[in-house]
């Protein structure tokens, strides 16, 4: 009967577990990626936003000043 030596099947069992980890990490990262493209866009369209409301109500002050 011929046993294995311990250190090949842990060696095999971690390299499984570094593919895992691996393609996990991947995963998440295309994941988080797209989340943060995806809050860039809301804070771009906010910003813009705020700032045509904020010269709209700029010139109507102004305008209402100059009356």
Known sequence: MQHRPF????TVSLQTLHI????????NLEKL???AVF???INNF???DLFFKRSFFC????????K
């Not at 895992?20 to 995963?27: D, M, R, S, V």
């Not at 010139?59 to 100059?66: G, H, S, Y």
């Open 59 to 66: 010139t109507q002050f102004l305008a209402v000043e100059d």
């Open 39 to 41: 809050l860039w866009l």
């Open 46 to 48: 906010l910003e813009k």
């Open 7 to 10: 250190k090949d099947s842990n």
């Open 20 to 27: 895992y980890l691996k393609e996990f990490i991947q995963l």
């Open 33 to 35: 990626r797209g989340l």
